[in-house]
């Protein structure tokens, strides 16, 4: 198994998906801020405060999920330099062989 097959995987970052609120989020059940549990049901500044964190927890998650694909490409792209090195030294070998066959 080479080494792109292994990761091609990880490159399927789970997507969030966006949220369109009518009112505020947090500000209770029917308001826009949905059913979400008891606390942002009733609304106030705890519900608020839960709608805050939820978006602050997506963020970073989507945050981690984009520095996890850049580190993957920084790996595939120094695999496939390395298979371009080998490539061009194995020409470079051809090259002298045939170099030689015409020599004699």
Known sequence: MSFISKTRTSLRPAIASLRMYSGEPGSG????????????????????????????????KQKEQLSNMKQVFSQEIAFHQDQIKRHE??????KEQMAKMDEK
């Open 29 to 60: 059940a029917g308001k826009g801020g949905g059913t979400g549990g008891a606390i942002r049901d009733a609304g106030g500044s705890f519900g608020k405060m839960q709608a805050a964190r939820e978006e602050e927890y997506f963020y970073n």
């Open 89 to 94: 030294d194995a020409i470079r070998r051809h």
